[in-house]
């Protein structure tokens, strides 16, 4: 499953819209932008492995509304926005970016250019709104899964697993469980050393999937 | 230790400067925002037990510019802030608020007035410079220990331990160790149920510090 050659640089896209929870946001920028920092060290001088910007629901230079009041200026807005080849969609309170036309369509569009396409958290909805994923295996927040089930009968939902990676589409479980996905991304996409390097700079205890992978020597 | 019936709710600040690690600052965030939101589901009606801001050093209005390129718009500039009840200085890049008196001198003076003072990883150098600790048992991320100590040698400094508790400070390891220590506070401050129940909403394997808790049932 490994594509640590296959392309020098990963463009990551993170989505913000109002209502994002902070840490589906930020942990998988936090890990992303370590790894590539980490590579740095280990690697002086070589192409870093991510290059992440956040993309926002948003006129352009005004700041989206995560969850609980805190204020993030993205990168870019929706339109103008580079193609991602990793796109991440972060959940949280998804009504809004649910209702949005303008938002299911920047998702539909970035996933079919994309090569990976990732979800933390109530992202998942995200995903299945947007046509991404249909009958594909996904999790999303242990307090949601019902609610997927219910709204996108086709979905193969899945519980009690921190991620489910289909190739293509992976989603998380909630909230920090995207941290631990980000980290598998890392570990799939640029080897399994700065995967385990990333997560010691981030002095993070990485919960993985019991079945998918060993145990983490580290953890 | 519990000061769960100290006070009906804390206010706590979270500090933000250029350089400082997203997930330093966006961990206790969204600890203590989740706290207050399972609060309300568990007491609906009840006053929330922590009320969370951020205060930048930044002119009003102006964001800062986070590790690797995130920027947060802060709720309050460092002049007009209000008094925190719990301060929360992050880690991440810190030479340039080590070398600002501004911001040396509004932690010294927040600390005077707060309750609790907790520090993420670097940030527990900021509370050294700025003399919140001079001889206190302190912890920081572990690349940093040896820097920490022979910068400020009065300092006892900790390795390999989550989080040190001394009463009035707390500081933490690296990076997602703040996460660690926030829901240690969220325990300390509101109670156990409340820590256990935030960690579970936030599908976080809580990381204690074996010694000092007993194991976390839900783990």
């Known amino acids: 499953m490994s594509r640590a050659s296959e392309k020098a640089t990963w463009r990551v896209l993170i989505l913000a819209f109002d209502g994002v929870e902070a840490l589906d946001f930020a942990g998988p920028f936090e890990v ?38 805190l204020q993030l200026l993205a990168s870019h807005a929706l339109a103008g926005s580079p193609q991602a080849d990793l796109l991440l969609v972060p959940g949280g309170v998804v009504d809004a970016p649910l209702a949005s036309p303008a938002v299911l369509s920047w998702i539909a569009t970035q996933a079919a250019g994309a090569q990976v396409v990732a979800s933390v958290c109530t992202g998942a909805f995200l995903l299945a709104a947007s046509g991404v994923v249909t009958t594909d295996a996904v999790t999303t927040h242990w307090e949601d899964i019902a609610d997927l089930r219910a709204r996108f009968p086709a979905l193969d939902v899945r519980a009690d697993v921190r991620w489910v990676d289909n190739g293509r589409v992976v989603s998380s479980a909630g ?45």
């Open 32 to 69: 992303f932008t370590t790894a590539s920092r980490v590579a740095g060290r280990l690697r002086p001088g070589s192409t870093p492995p991510f290059e992440v910007a956040s993309v926002a629901d948003a006129a352009p230079g005004q700041p989206v509304q995560a969850r609980a009041g």
């Open 175 to 219: 909230i920090s469980a995207g941290i631990d996905m980000s980290l598998h991304l890392v570990e799939r996409l640029a080897g399994r050393e700065l995967a385990e390097r990333t997560a010691r700079q981030m002095d993070y205890a990485w919960t993985r999937n019991p079945a998918a992978l060993p145990a983490n020597p580290s953890a």
